[in-house]
Structure formats: C-alpha cells, structure tokens
C-alpha cells in the first residue's frame, strides 16, 4: 500500500528518472544471465572451447569489476545524468557489435565495452535516483523498485534467453538491448535533472590503470590454464604480472590522497569480512552457474529453451529470499544471517554431489533451491554490514567496494570452474563438476567461519541501510 501511495505521489520527472534507471539496472543484469543460456550456441557457432566461452562471460565481468568505483568518481565529477546517459549509448552500441559479431575475437571485444558501459550505469543510476527523491523515505522505497526491477530481470533473463535463442537466434538477446537502451535514453535526457557537478573530485588514474592490468592478467592466467596448461608461459607470466600490478595497485593506494580505494577502511574487520564474504559468495554462485550451464547444454543436451527454464527455480527464488532475508535482519541479527546463508548453500551444493548426466533433473530442484536461498540470504545482509560498519559519508564507496569485490569474486569463479570442467567428456566434465561443487561448499564453510570471528557489528543497526540493501548491485 506505501508503494502504491509513493508511486501517486511521485512527480513525472521522478517517475521518468526510476523508470530510466530501474531500466539501467535491467540491461546490465539481463546481460549477465542471458549469455549463460547460449554457451553451446556459441561453441559451435564460433568453433570454440570451454576456456574460449569463459571469455565470452568474463570479458564483461572484468570491464565491469575494474571500472565500477571509477565511474561514481566520474559521475560526481561530470554529472551522473551525463554519465549514465553515456553509459546507455556506450552498452547499447555495444550490443549491437555483439549481435553482429562473426568471430570470437570480435564478440569478447564488444562484450569488453558492454562492460564499460554496465560500470556506467550502475552507481550513476543510484545517484540519480538520490537527486531525485530528496525525502528519505520515498528515495528507499525508490530504490526498493530499483533493485526489484534488477530482480526480476535476474529471474527472467534465462527464460527469455531460452526463448529468444530457440525462436529467433543467439544473436537476438544482445539486439534486445536496443529498444531498452533507446527508451532508457530517452527517459534519462527528458525527465533526470542535471546533475550537481564536484569539480573539486580526482580521479585515480594510476590506481585504475593498476587494477586494470592486474585483473587482465590474473583472468588469462585462469582462463587460458584450462586451454594451453599450467606450464605454459603465458599463464605463469600471466600470474606474475597478476602479482606484481596488484602490489603495485596496493603500493598506488596506500600512498595517494585520493585513492579509488580507500586501504583505511579494511582496517575494520568487519567491513574486510564482509568484502571477502562478496567474492566469496560470487565466486560460488556465479562460477557454477557457468557449469550447470555446460552440463545443461553440452552434457544433457538440453536446448537453450529447456535451459533457461531449469534455471527459473533458482533464479526466482533469490528474488523472494532477498526480500525475506531483509525483513528478518531485525529480528535474527546480520551476523546470524551470514552465517546461516553461507552454511545454507553450503549443503546445497553439496547435496548435489549425487547429481548424473543420466539423472532426472527434478531430483535437482530442492538441493538447487536450498543453495539459491543460501545466497538470497547473504545478498542484503552483506550490504547491511558493508554499510553499518562504515561512516554515513563513506557507505557509497564501501557499497561500491562490495560490489567491486563481487563482481570480482564471480570472474574467478567462472575462470577456475571453467577449468575445473574443460574436459567435455561426460566422465571428466562429471569429475570436474563434483570438484567445482565440494570447492564451493568447503569455501562457503570457510566463509561462514570468518563471519564468526570477523563480523563485530551488531544485527541490522539501521533499518534504512536494511531498506537500502535490496538496491545494492546484484
């Protein structure tokens, strides 16, 4: 009913401005379940490998893990409504290279600039959204739409991936994001105001390019190993260049006075715990995700359709979860919750260590459901403890941070389980698949240990940051 009332209440350029950026949060989650769907597509359309589709999901993850707390810098630099509007058009041209892609090379490069764009849209869209409803109340009931919208496109890109790819071909559900991008576009330019501008503000030139080179090198180092092997030089100089950047990056930060990474905020265990729980929790989720996507496709041979509508348990169930988990931070206390989450799809991953090529997949619903809860429940509590254990003026780079770190967490995963299942043949996929699974449940278990140890804030302090969570970036 408060909703209902708020949307009456809303102006039309209030109206347009949610609109415009629930639609930004769209495109960028919808692009990050819909390509899982068409992985044996575009295996045989680009004659590819495993490690050739890990590209394919971690070009855009890498662009828009490494970017994501320099682009809010912009947007405070330039105006967000300037630098989200810039983001649609830079996503939605890059879709379109993505739908004409007619090589591999050609789509991991205009996947690389969705991510650009994704890194635009995101924090610039919450910021838009914070000019446009001064009043507190009805600007967390804004981003309470916001994120609900990121929801439902999390659950239904799958199923419309499916279909599109079924009905109209894979190039279909990179072209979908024209009209978005054009309605977006369109919204944001007649109703977003202009944006107040801090001029005053750096950005962290050194530090990005740092990050940058780190994580490029680190993602060929885990991608390629499952290609070329791990005494290749490639991949071991891949992983020394890893290094050395990220010393490098941290040697960047500690000394600069306006670093993209304030070092000083890791100094509260709470705040480290819950950015390690982040990539601890991507990893698991985002990294099987791909696997049951190859063992769908490419083991069971399921087509894309049939795919994505084994995913819809999963996938629907975050939404639900996410909203109960939020409602019982009062009640059970954060750290609680994390504890429960990361024990909870713990077993669900591992009671699906029984799982065959030749099994029926009905006997994959509950365990898949009980792990997806699990990951429901950390989502909002995380950013719950993210956000009370830092200062009031610091919670938009420690929630940028956090979802820095888990976008960061699901690329690893991607690149390690994707090495772990490069053997196509049903009995090595089957063993790498059973490692991947036991590997995500002991780090989960481990996860659940340091949130014991290392979360020190009381249960949800502040009942806005709890309001807030449901719009952290999934």
Request: hydrophobic share 55%; aromatic share 8%; glycine share 10%.
């Amino acid at each position: 009913m408060g909703q209902c009332q708020m949307s009456l209440s809303m102006t039309r350029d209030q109206r347009g401005t949610l609109a415009a950026a629930g639609l930004g949060f769209v495109v960028v989650l919808l692009d990050v379940s819909v390509v899982n769907i068409a992985l044996d597509v575009l295996r045989h359309r680009f004659a590819t490998d495993v490690a050739g589709l890990q590209w394919v999901v971690n070009a855009y993850t890498l662009a828009f893990a490494s970017l994501l707390l320099t682009t809010g810098t912009l947007g405070d630099r330039f105006g967000a409504k300037r630098i989200f509007a810039m983001g649609f058009v830079v996503f939605t041209v890059a879709s379109i290279a993505c739908g004409i892609a007619d090589s591999l090379l050609f789509l991991v490069a205009a996947r690389v600039i969705q991510g650009v764009g994704a890194a635009l849209l995101v924090p610039n869209s919450l910021a838009m959204l914070r000019q446009a409803f001064p009043d507190a109340g009805q600007r967390s009931r804004a981003v309470g739409w916001w994120g609900a919208a990121g929801g439902i496109a999390l659950a239904a890109g799958p199923v419309l991936g499916g279909l599109l790819i079924t009905h109209v071909g894979w190039r279909s559900i990179f072209l979908i994001n024209l009209p978005i991008g054009i309605v977006g576009l369109f919204l944001t330019v007649r109703h977003a105001a202009n944006s107040e501008t801090v001029h005053g503000r750096g950005i962290d030139f050194a530090g990005q390019l740092t990050a940058i080179v780190a994580l490029i090198a680190l993602t060929l180092c885990l991608t390629e190993a499952a290609r070329l092997g791990w005494r290749h030089p490639l991949v071991y100089g891949g992983l020394l260049v890893s290094i050395v950047f990220a010393l490098l990056f941290l040697w960047v930060e500690s000394r600069g006075t306006e670093p993209m990474l304030p070092l000083f905020l890791f100094r509260t265990a709470t705040f480290s715990t819950a950015s390690a729980a982040g990539v601890i929790v991507n990893f698991a989720y985002y990294g099987l995700i791909f696997v049951f996507s190859l063992f769908f496709q490419i083991e069971q041979q399921l087509s894309a359709q049939r795919t994505g509508l084994a995913f819809l348990p999963m996938t629907a169930v975050l939404m639900g979860v996410n909203i109960l988990a939020s409602r019982l931070l009062n009640r059970l206390g954060a750290k609680r919750l994390m504890i429960a989450g990361m024990l909870i799809a713990a077993v669900g991953y591992l009671l699906l260590l029984p799982i065959s090529i030749n099994g029926s997949y009905w006997k994959l619903i509950v365990p898949m459901l009980i792990a997806a809860s699990g990951i429901a429940i950390m989502v909002p509590t995380m950013t719950n403890v993210t956000l009370s254990s830092v200062e009031s003026s610091r919670s938009g780079i420690a929630a940028g941070i956090l979802n820095s770190a888990r976008q960061v967490g699901g690329m690893l995963g991607v690149a390690v389980f994707g090495f772990f299942v490069r053997d196509s043949r049903p009995d090595a996929f089957m063993h790498g698949m059973h490692l991947a699974l036991v590997t995500a449940a002991a780090m989960l278990s481990c996860g659940a240990v340091m949130c014991l140890y290392g979360i020190r804030v009381p249960g949800a302090e502040s009942g806005k940051a709890a309001r807030n969570a449901l719009g952290s970036s999934r």
